[in-house]
């Protein structure tokens, strides 16, 4: 989700967390996929799906809004992903 305020200036980029929805089969399955190879290997979430994603949609979002005052935040495996990507971009979490 992006929530950008046009008066302050302020972008503020939230990533949602491992998918509990068994009805969404294959997002599911894949979120505990990445959940179980960060568990054994953490760098391992710099390879993920989501990761690269999350990274090329924050990009977007910096071209858009600068990043002067864009933050980021997530939960669960958001969480990690918003960490990662704040280090990435040098953007406050």
Known sequence: MVLHNKVTGETHLSFRGTADDL????????????????????????NSKRFKEASAQTEKVIAKYGKSFTTVSGHSQGDGISSLIGQEKDIRG
């Open 23 to 46: 009805k969404k089969t294959d997002q599911f399955l894949s979120d505990w996929n990445t959940n179980r190879k960060i568990m054994f290997n953490p760098e391992a979430a710099e």
